[in-house]
């Protein structure tokens, strides 16, 4: 995810005594306990940084101080929030908030609903981040607050990258770089150039990209920000990956991971754990990926990180779908689609719907090979599934199914034998009639199918596909002697296009019967095994269905 934009600005050093592990302040003033809070922040001591800021609260003597007491609160919040402790961030924020309404301080209450934003969009509230960004823009304006105007530009940027809108994106990156670096505040300026090399990491400007996250990296070390300078050391390595860096990629992620561990940014700790985990991945260390991964996941879990749990999620996938784990890798896509569906849920989130494309091209990827494995056992029927998957759509189309549940139909399509695996091959290839003990044994493939699938929880429910496709519309069919409408309406669209396949298709107990003849047996068994009414959706077709005869 884009790095939010900071609102510190560094300020000078002052003494600090730790003891017994305890903060112990000279005594001081207001703004000094303040500075030397933002120091320890600013350094991941933020344990520290919190006692100080609570005893600069404590040493509030003026009316001119009281009232910037709002902005410590939030100060608070944001040490709380990279500590993964939401919810007392969210009750410093609103302490913050209600303190800048009272004393009617445009400029503290835009602060505070500007790092209100940044925790919602971290955990996937897009329309409510987006909502307070521009309510915090607004206050900036009104307040003549040139830091806080360019800090919510930037922000609005990082939503506009968020849905795809590069132009925008780069205008108000770009706008907001120019600002910072006017004002002369360092940390924002290298939160600035690392949301343009992400933005240009998106758009593979491979370039541009290396060149903006450099420069964050030579200013955050030059600043001695630790904590932008492990975000913008994140995402070098996340460039280098991508282009086959891996060596340099891994060098840089062990100094930033060391880095953040000592700073304790769990967030950071998550990413680049996850990067790690591919670095592995890629270099066939599928047990290490696997580690990274999981570490990574318990991090992102821990503080409800939509984006990076759907992430890690994909990694994990394709690192299941590498070592020829297919149960695991449709776990772990169902996961990432659905997280990242959530997030498509908000308005305007248009560039998952791209991240959801690629998710769902993936299942179709795993479904196909798990066919190609039924296949492999029963010599028999060789492009069964694809060719059951082709006429099934063609009649779920004729049906009136949406674009969305003709995909997840293809993906059960391709499945409905999937419990077959389960069975002997001498069984599936007997050339003779099969005995009562092995006849059931071919029954049971539906039931075994469900049970194969019982705990991937796909998108679509793609079950009754699987366990009901060799019911019969007159309650004879099989596992459970369903009957007319009792059984679902796309076990009973298969149902028609498995049976075709079957007789158009050489068995070991007969021959490839013609496209007519398969027709004409169709029609005479409407009413007892097949619904009329899907029957005729299939006739509608049926002067098409010639094309999935070819290539037998």
């Known amino acids: 995810m884009d790095a939010s934009a900071s609102d510190t600005t560094p300020r000078p050093a002052t003494a600090l005594a730790v003891t017994d592990g305890n903060v112990h302040a000279p005594e001081s003033t207001f703004d000094a306990l303040v500075d030397l809070a933002q120091q320890e922040e600013r350094a991941g001591r933020r344990v520290a940084a919190r006692a100080l800021f609570e005893q600069a609260i404590q040493q509030v003597r003026t009316e001119a101080e009281a009232a910037r007491v709002s902005n410590v609160f939030r100060w608070i919040a944001r040490t709380h929030h990279m500590d993964g402790n939401i919810d007392a961030a969210r009750d410093c924020l609103e302490a913050a908030l209600a303190l800048a309404e009272l004393w009617k301080d445009d400029a503290a209450a835009g602060h505070a609903m500007n790092v209100q934003a940044i925790v919602c969009w971290q955990r996937g509230e897009l329309d409510e981040a987006e909502h307070l960004q521009l309510l915090a823009h607004g206050r900036a304006v009104q307040a003549g607050d040139a830091k806080l105007a360019a800090m919510t ?23 907001s770089l120019r600002e910072y670096r006017t004002l002369g505040l360092t940390t924002d300026v290298c939160v600035a150039l690392n949301n343009l090399g992400l933005l240009f990491m998106a758009q593979q400007r ?8 450099l420069e964050g990296v030579q200013i955050s070390g030059l600043s001695g920000d630790l904590i932008a300078r492990t975000q913008l050391d994140i ?19 062990r100094e930033a991971l060391e880095v953040a561990i000592q700073t304790g940014d769990a967030s950071a700790i998550g990413k680049s754990t996850k990067v790690l985990g591919v670095i592995a991945r890629e270099t066939g260390s599928f047990e290490e990926a696997d580690q990274h991964f999981q570490r990574a996941e318990d991090l992102a879990t821990a503080r409800g990180e939509i984006f990076l749990q759907a992430e890690i999620a994909r990694e994990r996938a394709e690192l299941a779908r590498r070592t020829g784990e297919n149960r695991k890798a449709l776990q772990q896509l169902n996961r990432s689609h659905r997280l990242f569906t959530i997030l498509r849920a908000q308005p305007d989130l248009a560039d998952v719907d791209g991240r959801v494309a690629d998710l769902e091209q993936e299942f179709l990827h795993v479904a196909r090979r798990w066919g190609e494995s039924i296949e492999a ?3 028999y029927t060789q492009g069964h599934c694809e060719r059951v998957a082709d006429l099934g759509c063609a009649i779920a189309e004729r049906s009136g199914l949406d674009s969305d549940a003709m995909f997840w139909f293809r993906i059960g399509a391709l499945l409905h034998d999937v419990g077959k695996l389960v069975i002997p091959e001498e069984v599936l290839n007997k050339p003779g009639k099969l005995d009562a003990d092995e006849w059931a044994l071919i029954r049971s493939h539906p039931t075994a199918g469900v049970e194969m699938l019982a705990d991937i929880e796909f998108p679509w429910d793609i079950r009754p ?10 309650g004879k069919g099989y596992p459970h002697g369903l009957a007319g409408e009792e059984i679902p309406l796309i076990a009973r669209i298969l149902s028609i296009a498995d049976v075709y396949d079957a007789l158009t298709s050489v068995r070991s107990y007969k021959r490839a019967h013609s496209h007519e003849e398969a027709v004409a047996m169709l029609r005479q068994d409407v009413g007892t095994f097949f619904d009329p009414t899907v029957f005729a959706w299939f006739e509608e077709v049926a002067s098409d269905t010639s094309r999935f005869l070819r290539g037998r």
């Open 153 to 175: 530009a930037q922000n609005l940027g990082v939503l506009a990258n968020m849905r795809g809108d590069f132009v925008v994106a780069e205008r108000q990156y770009t706008e």
């Open 465 to 474: 596909m699987v366990e009901s496709h060799h019911e019969r519309w007159d």
């Open 377 to 379: 056992k029963d010599r």
């Open 235 to 253: 995402n070098l390595a996340e460039l280098r990956v991508k282009r086959g860096e891996l060596t340099r990629a891994q060098g840089v992620l």
């Open 206 to 213: 491979w370039e541009e990209a290396e060149r903006s996250l």
